[in-house]
């Protein structure tokens, strides 16, 4: 029978911050051996490396079938934010819907009439090979996302679909824009989204330019993500969005929150938690415990005390009119005004990340790259090695059958 820390084998690090680990470049990098922060900070890279790619890519036989009734994007993790992504740029004025699938195979009503894009970025994820299969076997038009020289590659050629071909050099959750880029171009070649090379170019830059702001070099003082990753630790962290690309920003933000440094979270639209879970303000992690704090102690003594809730409040602000938009600018931000408010007055602590940019791409983008940051910031604060993650290998193990000769 295993023994009562037999579980916690490989599991290293510490439950309190130690703020001097993320001034000190050298031992954070040690901490940091797959090289998270550095693939990270490759953001603005694999936008430029994913349009390039792509416009090798034959789609002549998307664009020749056109418009399709529905558009599914299937895939799971990261890969499956890639529907998020593509269902935000589209906007709600998009001609066809567009349905993220994460599970295996497609929906009972996918046919010859609809669009699989099947991501994987290892190219073997059972449900995006589950997804290319029965697209295949139904007539529908595949488009498949992955490591070149996989599977899934090999799936689309037998399917005579066209294939993506994106080289995997770090972990899907650090691989967001290299994934997300095909699957908005391969919608662009139906006529679903309007990105240009403008726009790609202006978010490869953004990304380029938050990456030099939260370098390792960079201090706590001067560093966003760090000070963000300072400004969650220890909390229970709540991320909410203004409006639907800003919630596939905080939702972003929760993944990498879970995967990068284990911490549980919440996340979603503004409007959703104004209907019950903005009550969370007022509960024993909220408004109750912030009632007794002291607000003269030594913040770093406050470390023992009781968990509090951190709000971290993500706003767009929005570019098109409002007849373009699910519901006015208006209406969004006086809802994120009244939460903020709600916050200050019971004592929880809000930050709050503002879009900026020329373009829906660029607004997201602009909402991701210092959380994505921030949550590796937080893992190598409590000694955590963010790329290494025991329970998901153990998760795999447990969950695997085992060979017929060894049941």
Known sequence: ???PLEGRAGVHGHRHVDESLLDDEKSMLANDPGGMLRATASAGAQVREAAALAAETDLSVLADEGRPRAVVVAGIGTAGLTGSI??????????????????????????????????????RS???????????????????VGNPDSELEALAAR?????????RRAPAR??????????????RAIGLVKVNEADLAETATRLDADAERCRPGADSFVNPAKALALGLAGSIPIVWGSSPLATVAARRFAETLAANARYPVMAGALGEAGRGRVGLLDGVFGGLAETSRDIFADPDEEQSDSTRLRLVLFRDGGLNPEEDADEPVAVEERRADAVQTLAERRGV???????????????????????DFASLYLA????????????????????????????
Do not use: Y
């Not at 819907?97 to 009972?108: K, L, N, Q, T, Y």
């Not at 059972?126 to 697209?135: C, F, G, I, K």
């Not at 930050?351 to 790259?369: F, H, I, N, P, Q």
């Not at 190598?380 to 049941?407: R, T, Y």
């Open 380 to 407: 190598l604060a409590h000694g955590l090695d963010p790329m290494a993650v025991p329970a998901i290998s153990e998760m795999k193990e447990l969950s695997n059958p085992l060979p017929e000769g060894m049941q």
């Open 174 to 187: 650090a691989s967001l824009w290299g994934l997300a880029v095909p699957v908005l171009l391969a919608a």
């Open 86 to 123: 593509l269902s935000t740029v589209a906007g709600p004025r998009c001609p066809v819907p567009i349905i993220g699938h994460r599970s295996a195979g497609v929906p009972g009503w996918v046919g010859a009439a609809d669009v699989v894009i099947a991501v994987s970025a290892s190219g």
């Open 126 to 144: 059972p449900e995006a090979l589950a997804a290319a299969e029965a697209a295949a076997r139904r007539g529908a038009r595949l488009v498949a």
């Open 159 to 167: 399917a005579r679909a066209p294939f993506f071909a994106v080289p």
């Open 349 to 371: 602590r809000c930050d709050v990340l503002t879009a900026e940019g020329g373009s829906a791409l660029e607004r997201l983008a602009s909402l991701t790259s210092v959380p």
């Open 1 to 3: 029978m295993a023994g």
